[in-house]
């Protein structure tokens, strides 16, 4: 009599496939959302309706303190520098970026943030890199004064590499009608910068280039910065202008804001600004090391810097009352920069322009 065949678990083909076997593991996606729970629940304030896990987020504005509100809504990412994130391993503030590329746009247009709402793709879960990131969108938010309100975790096998993943920010604020920027924007008017914390979250396809053309590695301790790795120092993440513009905004004292991203100075500031006047740059101002270091390392020209990078300055202000906001940025700690003026174009009707008298220093030693 011939012995029974051992017992066997029954094949994935007799008892069906399932999503874990094709890639996607909600029992990852639910213990994500379990993780980060906190971190959101941190950044509520007034106006937020409810928590995590609903369909939808609802804003009561009324309760937020508005009267007769114009609804403004961002959104962005943070490009390639994720590349350094992933390739690092610090996962925790790119979070930041991704709120600061979001609300720095809300702000130069007179709306204080309200709440905020991400998108995380990645190919396979990785619960502790993703509640890292998620926890640095948290900080982000809170730093902000804005409700990380809800989001999205998508599982896409086969979409990205293993390891790499992608985000998106969505920010809404608000601002009383009547109260919006850009106001009225004059000849005369002076030009204010707030610097900036480092590259930003703009250029990394550039400064990824140098990097490899130069044949550094992330480890590789920085250059232009004592102590750190070229990893931690290409890492400090975007700074956040919310409070500083909108204390300004709220004194009557600015006519327009610009945020100093891709495209730099020349792509950005004659943004806000109307027909007929023209932005004329004719304060030095000394760049962060990195800025020198870049230009040095990857042979790259003054013009191409300008309008690639922020350059060191992160935000132009506009005012017809420069001593009293140097002043007042002085007190927040802020060492603003003077940069120049607006001026009156020849022609009545021109569309708005940057003219550079002078450009930075990129000189490196």
């Known amino acids: 009599m011939n012995a029974s065949p051992p017992e066997t678990s029954q094949s994935a083909s007799s008892r ?14 639910d213990a994500l959302v379990e993780a980060i729970k906190p971190a959101a629940k941190a950044t509520t304030r007034t ?73 995380f793709a990645t190919g396979k879960l990785a619960v502790e890199d993703a509640a890292r990131v998620v926890k640095g969108i948290a900080e982000g938010c809170r730093l902000s004064g804005c409700a990380l309100v809800g989001g999205e975790t998508a599982e896409m096998p086969g979409m990205y590499a293993a390891g790499h993943y992608d985000l998106a920010g969505f920010s809404v604020g608000a601002a009383e009608r009547g109260k919006l920027l850009p106001g009225e924007i004059r000849a005369g008017d002076a030009l204010i910068g707030l610097v900036s914390s480092g590259v930003h979250s703009n ?32 890492m400090t993440p975007t700074k956040l202008y919310v409070s500083q513009v909108l204390d300004l905004h709220r004194e009557g004292l ?38 020198g270091w870049l230009a040095k390392a990857g042979n790259v020209a003054t013009e191409e810097m300008l309008r690639v ?5 992160g ?24 940069l120049g003026q607006i001026e009156a174009a020849t022609d009545a009707n021109a569309a708005p322009t940057l003219e550079m008298v002078v450009s930075p220093d990129f000189s490196w030693s």
Not at 16 to 29: K, N, P, S
Not at 309 to 313: D, V
Request: glycine share 14%; proline share 6%; net charge negative.
């Open 16 to 29: 069906g496939l399932t999503y874990r076997e094709a890639g996607v593991d909600i029992e990852a996606g």
């Open 315 to 338: 935000m132009v202000l506009i005012t017809s009352r420069p001593d009293l906001v140097m002043d007042r940025l002085s007190k927040m700690g802020e060492t603003p920069v003077v």
């Open 203 to 234: 250029g990394f396809s550039l400064v990824r280039r140098i990097l490899s053309a130069a044949g550094l590695k992330l480890d590789d301790a920085a250059p232009f910065a004592p102590g750190q790795t070229l990893a931690q120092a290409l």
């Open 47 to 119: 106006g937020v309706m409810g928590g995590l896990g609903g369909f939808g987020a609802l804003f009561d504005l009324k309760a937020a303190g508005f009267t007769d509100p114009v609804l403004v809504s961002c959104t962005d990412g943070v490009g390639t520098k994720l590349n350094l994130a992933i390739d690092s391993g610090l996962h925790d503030t790119v979070g930041i970026d991704l709120v600061a590329m979001c609300v720095n746009d809300l702000v130069v247009q007179g709306a204080e943030p309200l709440f905020f709402l991400d998108y």
């Open 309 to 313: 990078f922020n350059c060191g300055i």
């Open 254 to 291: 600015l006519s327009g804001a610009a945020h100093i991203t891709g495209g730099g100075l020349p792509g950005n500031l004659p943004r806000v600004l109307p027909n007929g006047v023209k932005a004329v740059i004719d304060g030095p101002w000394a760049p962060a090391p990195v800025f």
